[in-house]
């Protein structure tokens, strides 16, 4: 299997990754958005969520610059565990 530019996995290992999953991307140098990007392609069925923030040739952004967008953040993740408690009921029931 060929790697990709994520976290030094393999193509195949994130598209064994079967839970349902978001990603929202960095805006650093550590956290490179274009990494995020590649990896909600390669994810099945992963959710990406882009922040309206802008990539910055730094090494590290502190967290607390995100501060702004704590709530669009865990409704994100909100969302996506209702959405599966949803799928999980639904399919229960059949």
């Known amino acids: 299997s060929t790697k990709t530019e994520v976290f030094g996995m393999t193509d195949a ?3 064994s990754i079967s839970v349902p999953t978001v990603i929202i991307p960095g ?7 274009v990494n995020g990007r590649i990896a909600a392609k390669k994810i099945p ?3 990406l969520h ?4 802008e ?9 607390t610059e995100w ?6 953040i865990a ?6 565990m209702r959405k599966a408690e949803l ?3 639904s399919a229960a029931a059949s």
Not at 27 to 33: E, F, G, I, P, V
Not at 50 to 53: T, V
Not at 75 to 80: G, I, R
């Open 67 to 72: 501060a702004p967008h704590e709530q669009e």
């Open 13 to 15: 290992d994130l598209a």
């Open 55 to 63: 990539d910055q040739e730094v090494p590290l952004i502190n967290y």
């Open 45 to 47: 069925g992963a959710i």
């Open 50 to 53: 882009q922040l309206p923030i």
């Open 27 to 33: 805006n650093d140098q550590t956290h490179a958005s």
């Open 75 to 80: 409704d994100t993740f909100l969302d996506l």
């Open 87 to 89: 799928r999980g009921k």
